[in-house]
């Protein structure tokens, strides 16, 4: 009798047990990381030509983050940024690096190395682009898991300007550290998006026990754009809108899997572009409301849309107006996940009251920088306010190409600028003149963020 009186308080036990051990575990994390990605290319960002209602329910489950940002709107310098945590004066990853090119440094820690040194499974499925020699790819950097292109896809035999030049290195793609295609064709190209996301599913089916890093960066929608034949004509608003429609397929994959292995609520989810569009691409390339495009520090090239989804820590369907950059995704990340941040100096914060919309957080940095290339060229105050152009020149579209064939750019200059991001996001109105002492308190930040990275 009192054996079977025992047993309900065993069984509550257990189940406290239990539900301690489900809230204590470390979360996953899944990044998807878009590849030239315009801000408005998906709702709830903007009115988009069709519907991508698998991103459309991603912000219902998360949080839409309207200004986010990325410290340089080129491939290698955001990716490795991204990874790092640091700016890209401060690794000297700039621009978008070729084949065999070194990339970046392995003094500077990966997300990789700083979740894989925790226990946590790793895997990078999509376009690398942070180094194309054995001590700086994938497999060397903290990744157990990995497949795809070690650079754009455009830096093949076939591009429509450089042939000659590209085709010098075939465009490979790799496997766990092993080239498995020695020349992608355009017949490959079709299906790097469901290869990647196949590949994601299957990761995230194989290790539903343990923690995991799950690092999506898709070569899409980069040009030259590819969907594969279950997507092409889809949209009806021609070949681009095809491959968002891919794209939103992935997001879907993604989310159904971790919901399917019972993974949703520990799971943060995180989706946003490397940068802006490349908007001499026309109809093959994505749009955004703001000025300029990629390759620039105007907010067309740096401000990406985010989505981050965390069940039960980040409310469900809302919006924000709080500004971050990528650099703080990895100290946010660690934070969460109690890992230890890396050994090396990194330039991000730790910005989880701002994520979650908590009354009052405020943004730890004074500042964000931006680059293009190795030239500094300005800064965004920490709250999102204001932001500082230095006097530095800039490629403007001229004439809009398309089918697959670039634009032409003029070369423009800007002067020492300020602009009032809440009431001007478009930075069409220079207020220099109008708030001199914030500009000063700008310009000091500026000087002396020059002086530390980028030391003549």
């Known amino acids: ?180 295609i020695e020349e992608v064709t355009h017949q490959d190209q079709k299906y790097l998006t469901r290869w990647y996301t196949e590949h994601a599913v299957d990761f995230i089916n194989r290790h539903s026990d343990q923690p995991f890093l799950l690092y999506v960066p898709h070569s899409m929608p980069h040009v030259p754009i590819f969907c594969s034949d279950q997507f092409e004509g889809k949209s009806g608003k021609g070949l681009y809108w095809d491959v968002i429609l891919e794209l939103d397929w992935s997001v879907g994959q993604i989310n159904k899997a971790l919901k399917k292995n019972g993974l949703e609520k520990n799971t943060i989810f995180v989706i946003t572009s490397d940068n802006g569009p490349w908007i001499s691409y026309g109809n093959h390339a994505g749009q955004t409301p703001f000025r300029e495009a990629k390759g620039t520090s105007f907010d067309g090239g740096v401000r990406s849309a985010c989505i981050i989804k965390y069940p039960g820590h980040i409310e469900a369907g809302t919006t924000s107006s709080s500004a971050f950059c990528t650099i703080d995704l990895l100290p946010t990340l660690c934070h969460v996940s109690g890992v230890p941040l890396p050994e090396n100096e990194i330039d991000g914060k730790n910005v989880w009251g701002l994520m979650q919309g908590k009354p009052g957080a405020d943004n730890l940095r004074d500042y964000y920088a931006f680059s293009t290339g ?60 109008d708030y001199p002492e914030i500009a000063r308190e700008l310009i000091r930040m500026a000087e002396k963020h020059k002086s530390r990275f980028y030391r003549e």
């Open 1 to 180: 009798m009192r054996i079977y009186l025992l047993i309900p308080a065993i069984i509550a036990i257990s189940l406290v047990s239990c539900s301690r051990q489900e809230t204590s575990k470390q979360p996953n994390i899944v990044i998807m990381f878009l590849d030239d990605s315009g801000w408005s290319d998906f709702e709830p960002f903007g009115e988009v030509a069709i519907k991508t209602p698998n991103v459309t329910q991603l912000a219902s489950e998360g949080c839409a983050y309207r200004n986010f940002y990325v410290p340089q709107a080129i491939c290698s310098a955001s990716r490795a940024a991204l990874l790092t945590g640091c700016f890209p004066g401060r690794t000297k990853v700039f621009g978008a690096h070729g084949p065999k090119a070194r990339g970046l440094e392995t003094t500077f820690a990966t997300m990789g190395e700083v979740f894989g040194s925790a226990g946590y499974a790793t895997a990078v499925f999509g376009k690398w682009h942070c180094g194309d020699q054995p001590e700086t790819r994938p497999q060397a950097r903290g990744f157990d898991e990995s497949c795809g292109l070690m650079y754009s896809n455009d830096m093949w035999k076939y591009h429509p300007e450089n042939p000659e030049y590209w085709g010098r290195y075939p465009l490979q793609f790799w496997e766990n550290g092993e080239v498995t």
């Open 374 to 433: 190795s030239r500094f060229e300005g800064i965004l105050s920490g709250d999102g306010r204001w932001k500082l152009h230095l006097p530095h020149p800039y490629r403007s579209l001229s004439e809009t190409g398309n089918d697959g064939m670039a634009g032409k750019y003029i070369q423009e200059t800007i002067d020492t600028a300020l602009y009032d991001m809440e009431d001007d996001p478009y930075e069409s109105e220079n207020v220099l003149n």
